[in-house]
């Protein structure tokens, strides 16, 4: 979409705002000011089409665009300002925040990483399913309807040398079969590393790696100061 420059706001600020548009943004209505009112594309580098109660006008690449509230694809998104008439940017994964917030934030609902790094040792003799550790390892993020990464790593064992299973779970919905996503079977110490991609609706989500043995007793190995056990969730932009 072209360009938007907006008055009186720091450029790393329009940026932020014009990557948010450009991500968010095929049609904006001024609902506040006139619902009949929609401003679109009006071809590559062309700027802005207006269309207001049957009436249409473009708006070019440079020129500066007002309105007390702009409506981003719905009514949970938008572009106002707060009482200091700063701009300021709602939407349902960032909450208000300035457009000087935005852009030392690196943007609304941006590339998000959680990461839990723990350094104890982790076992089970479950034949069923169970979380690894449901609060140590355990990320709950907000996503916007994107890609996510899940990555478990660390260093696995098995005493019997028997097979042990493990998985994510996704809001307590395993992504794997009967067989989990991966499967290992040593009774030797081995690194061990396990990824997951998925694409998830918009809102929060819990996400938490699981694991069972048919026999034996696992372990997931994290010494302090040499190798720890690493459960990371990225959403994908």
Same mark, same amino acid.
């Given at each position: 979409m072209g360009?938007?420059r907006?008055a009186?706001?720091?450029?790393?600020? =329009?940026?932020?705002? *014009?990557?948010?548009?450009?991500?968010w943004?095929r049609?904006?209505?001024a609902?506040?000011?006139d619902?009949?009112l929609h401003?679109?594309?009006?071809?590559?580098?062309?700027?802005?089409?207006?269309?207001a109660g049957?009436?249409a006008?473009?708006v070019?690449?440079?020129a =500066?665009?007002?309105?007390?509230?702009?409506?981003l694809?719905?009514?949970?998104?938008?572009l106002?300002?707060?009482?200091s *008439?700063?701009?300021?940017?709602?939407?349902?994964?960032?909450g208000?925040?300035?457009?000087a917030e935005?852009a030392?934030?690196?943007?609304g609902?941006?590339?998000?990483?959680q990461r839990v790094v723990?350094w104890?040792?982790?076992?089970t003799?479950?034949?069923?399913?169970v979380?690894?550790? !449901?609060?140590d /390892?355990?990320?709950t993020?907000?996503t916007?309807?994107?890609w996510?990464r899940?990555?478990?790593q660390? *260093?696995?064992? *098995?005493t019997?040398?028997?097979?042990?299973?493990?998985d994510f779970t996704i809001d307590?919905?395993?992504?794997?079969?009967?067989?989990?996503?991966i499967?290992?079977k !040593?009774?030797?110490?081995?690194?061990?590393?396990m990824?997951?991609?998925?694409? /998830?609706?918009?809102?929060?989500?819990?996400?938490?790696?699981?694991?069972?043995?048919?026999?034996?007793?696992?372990? /997931?190995?994290?010494s302090?100061?040499?190798y720890p056990?690493?459960?990371v969730?990225?959403?994908?932009?």
């Amino acid at each position: 979409m072209g360009q938007l420059r907006l008055a009186g706001e720091i450029a790393a600020a =329009i940026d932020t705002l *014009n990557g948010v548009i450009n991500r968010w943004l095929r049609q904006v209505q001024a609902d506040d000011v006139d619902p009949a009112l929609h401003i679109t594309q009006a071809g590559s580098g062309e700027g802005l089409r207006v269309d207001a109660g049957g009436d249409a006008f473009r708006v070019g690449p440079g020129a =500066i665009a007002r309105a007390p509230r702009l409506e981003l694809d719905d009514v949970s998104t938008y572009l106002d300002r707060d009482a200091s *008439n700063n701009l300021t940017l709602t939407d349902a994964v960032t909450g208000t925040k300035t457009l000087a917030e935005l852009a030392a934030g690196g943007g609304g609902g941006g590339h998000q990483i959680q990461r839990v790094v723990r350094w104890y040792n982790y076992f089970t003799t479950s034949t069923e399913w169970v979380d690894i550790h !449901s609060t140590d /390892l355990s990320i709950t993020m907000t996503t916007e309807n994107s890609w996510v990464r899940i990555t478990l790593q660390g *260093n696995a064992y *098995n005493t019997a040398n028997d097979f042990t299973r493990f998985d994510f779970t996704i809001d307590g919905s395993r992504q794997g079969g009967g067989f989990g996503l991966i499967t290992e079977k !040593s009774n030797f110490v081995h690194g061990f590393h396990m990824v997951w991609e998925v694409q /998830l609706s918009s809102g929060p989500h819990t996400f938490r790696p699981q694991w069972k043995v048919l026999s034996g007793t696992a372990y /997931l190995l994290g010494s302090t100061g040499s190798y720890p056990v690493l459960f990371v969730v990225e959403e994908l932009k």
